[in-house]
C-alpha cells in the first residue's frame, strides 16, 4: 500500500527523471478531493485526449466539461513531449474500473480482461492525459511517447514498482479505447527498461 507522494516531491521527481515540465496555476492545490480520499496509490495511468492543439486541451484537462468537472488528471503530455501539471490529488480520469484488474496491478501481474465497473479508480491511479485525437491515425512523436515513458517511470522508480503498474485507461474501464495508436505493451517495455 502505498501513499501519494507531496506535490513538490512529484515534481521533482518528475524533474529527475529527465521530464520537460511547466507548472499550470496552482495546480498542486487543483483537485476533487472534496469527492473522496486520494490513495493508497497503485499505479499510473494513461490516456489520450481526443483533442488537438495544446492550449485547447489543457484548458481541457484543467477545468473539465459541463458533465466532467476537472481537474482531468495530474498532467498533460503534449505533442512536444511537455508535461503540463494542471491538478494533484483526487482527479477525474479513471473512473470506475475492474476490481480484477486492480488487484492485478498491486500484484504486478498480467492484466485480466476488463469487464465490469465497480471499482473507484481515481482514487488509486495517477493520470497522465495524452494529447492525441485517439483516431489510430494522429501520429505519436517520439519525444511525447519518451515524456509518457519518464513520467511512468519516475513514478515507479518512487514507489519502487515496476512496470506493471502502469496501464492505459482501455485495460481498466470496459468500452475504453485510450490509449489509441501504441501498445500498453509497447510502454511497459519502455519503462521497464528505463528502470533498470
Not at 493508497?40 to 489543457?58: K, L, Q, R
Not at 480482461?113 to 492525441?132: L, Q
Not at 522508480?157 to 468500452?175: A, D, K, N, Y
Request: hydrophobic residues 35%; contains cysteine; glycine residues 12%.
Amino acid at each position: 500500500m502505498a501513499s501519494p507522494m507531496s506535490a513538490a516531491g512529484f515534481l521533482d521527481r518528475l524533474r529527475r527523471e529527465g521530464a520537460t515540465v511547466v507548472e499550470v496555476g496552482a495546480w498542486e492545490h487543483h483537485n476533487r478531493n472534496h469527492k473522496g480520499p486520494w490513495g493508497p496509490v497503485y499505479g499510473v495511468m494513461i490516456h489520450h485526449t481526443a483533442s488537438s492543439g495544446d492550449e485547447h486541451t489543457i484548458g481541457l484537462c484543467r477545468t473539465g466539461r459541463a458533465d466532467l468537472p476537472g481537474p482531468l488528471c495530474h498532467g498533460v503530455i503534449t505533442k512536444d513531449g511537455v508535461v503540463h501539471l494542471v491538478g494533484y490529488g483526487r482527479v477525474n480520469h479513471a473512473g470506475l474500473g475492474d476490481d480484477d484488474v486492480l488487484r492485478a496491478v498491486i500484484a504486478e501481474k498480467s492484466l485480466p480482461v476488463d469487464n465490469e465497473a465497480n471499482t473507484d479508480g481515481n482514487r488509486h491511479f495517477y493520470g497522465f492525459e495524452c494529447e492525441n485525437l485517439g483516431n489510430g491515425k494522429d501520429p505519436w512523436p517520439e519525444v511525447q511517447l519518451e515524456a509518457i515513458e519518464r513520467v511512468a517511470a519516475a513514478i515507479c522508480r518512487h514507489h519502487g514498482w515496476t512496470e506493471r503498474s502502469v496501464i492505459g485507461h482501455l485495460e481498466w474501464q470496459p468500452g475504453k479505447v485510450d490509449p489509441r495508436g501504441f501498445t500498453m505493451a509497447s510502454m511497459r517495455e519502455r519503462v521497464r527498461d528505463r528502470l533498470k
